[in-house]
């Protein structure tokens, strides 16, 4: 074993704040949400305002707006002012990777694709 595989799998020995804990469970519940994952999809790809969100999946543009909120308390979405018009957009790498993570996995289960390490 590599050393970076050492440090690795010893990260896993110990459980993490429960702070940290209690975060990840929160990000995880906003992600339950198949329209919440497809807004932040599409977040992870651009910025959106509400209107072009909610004309890309078909949604009410207060529904979007309610999700959009909660991926936000949840810390998946950021907001920022563009005049009068509020866009927003996926977190950073982190977010981009967790998601994608989420739907490879998906992928694995649907098509019974092995796992890779």
């Known amino acids: ?38 807004v932040l999809w599409l977040l992870c790809g651009a910025e959106h305002d509400v209107t ?14 309610q999700h959009l909120a909660k991926l936000r308390l949840a810390g998946l979405v950021s907001l920022r002012r563009d005049g009068r018009r509020a866009v927003y957009a996926a977190r950073g790498g982190h977010v981009r990777r967790l998601l994608a993570e989420a739907v490879e996995a998906a992928d694995h289960h649907l098509t019974g694709t092995a796992d890779h390490d």
């Not at 459980?15 to 940290?20: E, G, N, S, T, V």
């Not at 072009?52 to 707006?65: H, M, N, Q």
Request: glycine letters at 2%; hydrophobic letters at 45%; a negative charge.
């Open 52 to 65: 072009s969100l909610a004309s890309k999946i078909g949604a009410a543009r207060p529904a979007v707006s």
């Open 1 to 38: 074993m590599y050393a970076r595989e050492e440090s690795a799998a010893e990260m896993w020995r110990e459980l993490p704040d429960p702070d940290h804990v209690e975060a990840a469970a929160t990000a995880f519940r906003m992600l339950s949400d198949p329209t919440r994952v497809r």
